[in-house]
């Protein structure tokens, strides 16, 4: 990552932010492909999404409206393999197909996505220099701050890191899409093109998309031993 040396449950207290808004947190670090990056880190489940309304519609059974809730990492997934990244950022509704058999993937809309802030700015702070405090005391556009909220406490340095990547150890037959990123170097959008490409043998696993050990040992030529 190139940093320059600027960098279904309720909403918890994290301050959620427009997309716009976390948009320019990214810039300010100097990284590249905001919108892209956002995306990979929600779908690594670095960072906490919301939506105002989230409707899910199995192929049997009542659908479930959840309204300000976290977006599971899994549905940003689905939503950058399915090209809706735009959509998740212009503040309209994001329309997930699902399966078409019986208890497969419900299809999902997702309206109204906003970020969490404070995972926002810790897991930039962990990769780029930590100066994105005059930035995080900016009025945030769309959503009010809670009065008793330290927004200071935003621009702190991360005590608690994200959880790290497991590596792919010798035997694994399966890895995450997470886990070859970090294999291969490559970001979300590659491995995707390459697994539509049938590069990466990929393996569904409930909403889990999972890629065989040996096309990525295949691919990149080198085994994990």
């Known amino acids: ?25 990214v810039e300010a670090s100097n990284l590249k492909q905001a919108q892209s990056l956002l995306a990979d880190f929600a779908a690594a489940g670095l960072i906490r999404t919301y939506a105002l309304v989230r409707d899910i519609r199995p192929v049997e059974g009542p659908s479930q409206t959840i309204r300000d809730a976290q977006i599971p990492a899994e549905e940003w997934e689905r939503i950058i393999s399915s090209d809706n990244i735009d959509e998740a950022f212009n503040g309209g509704t994001v329309r997930l197909e699902g399966s078409a058999f019986r208890q497969g993937t419900p299809s999902v809309q997702i309206t109204g996505v906003s970020f969490s802030e404070t995972s926002l700015v810790k897991v930039l702070e962990r990769y780029c220099a930590p100066s994105l405090a005059a ?5 945030t556009a769309g959503f009010s701050k809670p009065a008793d909220e330290d927004i200071s406490k935003s621009a702190e340095p991360a005590k608690a890191s994200a959880k790290p990547v497991p590596r792919i ?5 399966t890895a995450s899409i997470a886990q070859t990123m970090q294999a291969t170097g490559l970001k979300r959008t590659k491995i995707d093109d390459l697994m539509k490409q049938n590069k990466l043998v990929r393996k569904k696993v409930g909403r889990r998309t999972l890629i065989t050990v040996e096309s990525i040992e295949k691919f990149i030529g080198v085994p994990f031993r």
Request: proline share 17%.
């Open 135 to 139: 930035i995080s005391e900016q009025p």
């Open 1 to 25: 990552m190139d940093c320059s040396t600027h960098p279904g449950k309720s909403m918890p207290s994290h301050q959620p932010i427009t997309p716009s808004r976390a948009v320019e947190l």
């Open 169 to 173: 150890r010798p035997g694994d037959l």
